[in-house]
């Protein structure tokens, strides 16, 4: 079962084909990873994804429904972590779980999300007085307070220190674990060779390769999945 | 339902938590009151006033902010329908304007021994009115000018003299006869007269309708310009 198809999808921006003819698919449970330069077309394609913009041309299917035509339905079945948004300053950690909370039908249990994204100690800290990474954390936690069936976050780690981006780690595969297909946006290697199933090497608004991180390591003749990377995408070493 | 309840509580706190918001839409007008040595006649422009301030005053500035710090971006990425989004926003606003009112109508009739409001319904009405009109004009400006600090700043540019030139801070008696036709064509002038009919016992409905003329006109074009990016 693919819980995501997207076939020959073309977004434009002006004259700059930021999309231009992407094909791949999610089987459900699985944890995918995009990986590509900035400008790549990842953010327009995870923006597709979720609804927030309407494709120029192919087809887009996440959980069999089309994002931009039934984008509320399928919010309640999704969970979202853009890259650098924000809450109002002055809303506190605890407030913003409930409220994201309570905007989904079937909704975990925001208290349990706070604990498990070990948000407790900061309940009644204000967005505007938080760390970088603690910020991070907190949208991670508030993409998975709607109990999603499919996660996509993109940039992950960004801006957390080694021992949260491990942690994250853990958290990640614990939503394998689940059976929460997973679409993670990453410029860190590590990351996605620890965590995903599959990768799909984004360049110029096309998809330059798919497959497990072993064998794109092995159908490039490299040693690591950063230098595989390099040799999809024409880089001399 | 719940989900409109819970973004319109979480505003609210929000805007409670804001000590600009605090002061202009609470304390100010009690100081005025103050000045005023308790003169109920001035309160209706007074009410006026404190739903301008939030409205025009802080509405466009905290509507691009959010937009600029893509919380609205977040936010459209939930189940939560646009149009709830942004009205949950606007009952936020109006909630808080009535919180001010009340209090700078009981401090006016207990503490002064003003009279009280003749015709009740009517100055609740017209308040409501008001308040809503003066949001739906914010949602404008939030529409036209992109960034935080223009729409914060053109909000304000827009308030100030409105507050002035409609009789909502000074009564339009003690205006120069020119200064008094420019207020004859600002929409905060029928809100003014209504606030001021209605606490005097002579509401009339034409001011009134006036207003949801206005307001129907602001947030139709204001959904049309409106960007959530």
């Known amino acids: 079962m693919e819980a995501i198809e997207v076939t020959d999808l073309r977004k434009a921006y002006g004259d700059t084909h930021a999309v231009d003819g992407v094909t791949f698919a999610v089987r459900a449970g699985e944890t995918f990873g995009i990986v590509g330069h900035n400008g790549a077309g990842k953010t327009t394609t995870v923006e597709c994804l979720i609804g927030l913009r309407r494709a120029d041309a192919g087809t887009v299917r996440v959980l069999g429904e089309d994002p931009a035509r039934r984008r509320r339905a399928l919010a309640q079945r999704l969970g979202v972590q853009l890259q650098d948004s924000s809450l109002p300053e002055r809303m506190k950690v605890a407030e913003a779980l409930r409220m994201f909370g309570s905007l989904y039908r079937d909704a975990a249990d925001w208290r349990r999300v706070m604990d498990r994204w070990s948000l407790r100690p900061l309940a009644r800290k204000a967005f505007g007085d938080l760390s970088g990474g603690q910020k991070q954390r907190l949208m991670l936690a508030l993409a998975m307070v709607g109990d999603p069936e499919v996660v996509v976050l993109d940039e992950l780690t960004t801006g957390l220190d080694p021992v949260a981006r491990r942690e994250t780690w853990r958290l990640i595969g614990d939503l394998r674990t689940a059976g929460t297909t997973v679409v993670l946006v990453s410029h860190y290697f590590d990351e996605i060779e620890a965590l995903c199933d599959r990768v799909a090497v984004f360049a110029r608004g096309r998809v330059e390769a798919v497959g497990t991180p072993a064998e794109l390591i092995a159908r490039t003749g490299t040693a690591s999945l950063e230098e595989a990377y390099l040799a999809l995408e024409g880089v001399d070493r | ?229």
């Open chain 2, 1 to 229: 339902m719940k989900a409109f309840t819970a973004l319109t509580a979480a505003e609210l706190r929000l805007l409670a938590r804001d000590p600009a918001s605090l002061f202009f839409m609470v304390a100010f007008p009690l100081m005025l009151l103050v000045l005023k040595r308790g003169d109920g006649g001035a309160v209706p422009g007074y009410l006026a006033m404190i739903a301008a301030i939030g409205g025009m005053g802080a509405l466009p500035g905290l509507l691009a902010s959010y937009r600029e710090r893509k919380v609205l971006k977040r936010l459209a990425t939930t189940p939560i329908s646009p149009v709830l989004l942004l009205g949950a926003q606007l009952v936020a606003q109006v909630a808080a304007a009535l919180a001010g009112a009340v209090l700078l109508v009981a401090v006016t009739i207990t503490v002064f021994g003003a009279q009280a409001p003749a015709d009740v319904l009517m100055l609740a009405a017209a308040f409501l009115l008001c308040s809503v009109m003066v949001c739906a004009l914010g949602f404008v400006i939030a529409a036209v000018v992109r960034n935080t600090r223009g729409a914060s700043l053109i909000g304000m540019l827009v308030m100030f003299p409105m507050i002035f030139l409609s009789g909502a801070a000074v009564p339009r008696k003690a205006l120069p006869g020119s200064l008094r036709q420019i207020g004859d064509f600002l929409p905060l002038t029928p809100a003014v007269e209504a606030l001021g009919d209605a606490w005097s016992g002579t509401a009339a409905i034409f001011p009134l309708l006036i207003l949801a003329g206005i307001i129907v006109a602001a947030t139709a074009a204001g959904a049309a310009l409106f960007r959530w990016e």
